[in-house]
């Protein structure tokens, strides 16, 4: 059975920096999609980046620029690297695979409006706080 551990949240003030981390175990086959999920309060769920298995990342236009995203395979682990946070980047941060990944999924549609339907397996989040 697939598990993704997130860990790395905590409580910053705007311009801080994070590193989130999210450990996949379980699924020996590599061929799956991971992606960084937030979701707000009273907000809907939405797509921040995701990543394929060559490395390659996409990003939504709200972060472009500030967070990174990226994989160690001998660590089963993704990171999320988040920069010069802003009080509009709170939220609980979810990390989520597709187990029958597309090069969709593993780019741009993960970060359009409803792309988190195509993500199986999630974990239980990491809360990100931003002062400002």
């Known amino acids: 059975q697939v598990q993704l551990v997130e860990s790395g949240g905590g409580s910053v003030e705007s311009g801080g920096s994070l590193r989130l981390s999210c450990v996949v175990s379980?699924?020996?086959?590599?061929?799956?999609?991971l992606a960084w999920f937030r979701q707000a309060p009273g907000k809907n769920r939405e797509g921040v980046a995701v990543?394929?298995?060559?490395?390659?990342?996409t990003y939504a236009d709200s972060v472009k620029g500030r967070f990174t995203m990226s994989q160690d395979n001998t660590k089963n682990t993704a990171y999320l690297q988040m920069n010069t946070l802003k009080p509009e980047d709170a939220a609980m941060y979810y990390c989520?695979?597709?187990?029958?990944?597309?090069?969709?999924?593993?780019?741009?549609?993960?970060?359009?409006?409803?792309?988190?339907?195509?993500?199986?397996?999630w974990g239980q989040g990491t809360q990100v706080t931003v002062s400002s």
């Open positions: 990543i394929d298995s060559d490395g390659r990342a």
């Open positions: 379980g699924y020996a086959n590599r061929r799956y999609c």
């Open positions: 989520a695979a597709d187990l029958s990944p597309s090069p969709w999924t593993c780019g741009l549609g993960a970060v359009h409006r409803g792309g988190e339907l195509h993500f199986e397996v």
